[in-house]
C-alpha cells in the first residue's frame, strides 16, 4: 500500500523559508515516484483545500497558484522517493495544514486540466502544519 509522509512544517516569522518532504513508500511492483503526478494541497482553519503546486509525472512541468508563484518551488528526488516543497518569502496567509498527493491517472492531457483538482488524487499523507506568525 502506497503511504505518503510529510515533514517540515513549524512556525516560521513572516518574510520566512521553510522546506517541506514527503517521503513516498509501498509502491507497486514496477511502479516509481515518476508514475505519477505529484501535488501539494494546503487548508487553513475554516476554508476548503487549496491546490498549491503540481508537477507532471514527466518531472519537467509544473504549476503554481497564484499565491504562491514566484515563492514556492515543487521538485522531486526519484532516488529517495521524495517530494519536496521549498517555500520562501512566507506570509501569514501561508498558514495551514500542507498534504503531499499523488495521482496515478494524470498525464497528458488530463494533467494540464487537472493538475490541481483533489479528485484526481488517490494518495495522500497524514499533513504537516504550517504556521507563518510573528
Known amino acids: 500500500q502506497l503511504q505518503l509522509v510529510e515533514s517540515g512544517g513549524g512556525l516560521v516569522q513572516p518574510g520566512g523559508s521553510l522546506r517541506l518532504s514527503c517521503a513516498a513508500s509501498g509502491f507497486t511492483s514496477g511502479l516509481t515516484l515518476d508514475s505519477y503526478a505529484i501535488a501539494w494541497f494546503r487548508q487553513a482553519p475554516g476554508k476548503e483545500r487549496e491546490g498549491v503546486s503540481s508537477?507532471?509525472?514527466?518531472?519537467?512541468?509544473?504549476y503554481y497558484t497564484d499565491s504562491v508563484r514566484g515563492r514556492f518551488i515543487i521538485s522531486r528526488d526519484n532516488a529517495k522517493n521524495t517530494v519536496y516543497l521549498q517555500m520562501n518569502s512566507l506570509k501569514p496567509e501561508d498558514t495551514g495544514v500542507y498534504y503531499c498527493?499523488?495521482?496515478?491517472?494524470?498525464?497528458?492531457?488530463?494533467?494540464?486540466?487537472?493538475?490541481?483538482?483533489?479528485?484526481?488524487?488517490?494518495?495522500w499523507g497524514q499533513g504537516t502544519q504550517v504556521t507563518v506568525s510573528s
Open positions: 498527493a499523488l495521482a496515478p491517472q494524470l498525464a497528458t492531457p488530463t494533467y494540464y486540466t487537472y493538475r490541481l483538482d483533489p479528485l484526481w488524487y488517490d494518495y
Open positions: 508537477m507532471h509525472r514527466d518531472g519537467y512541468n509544473t
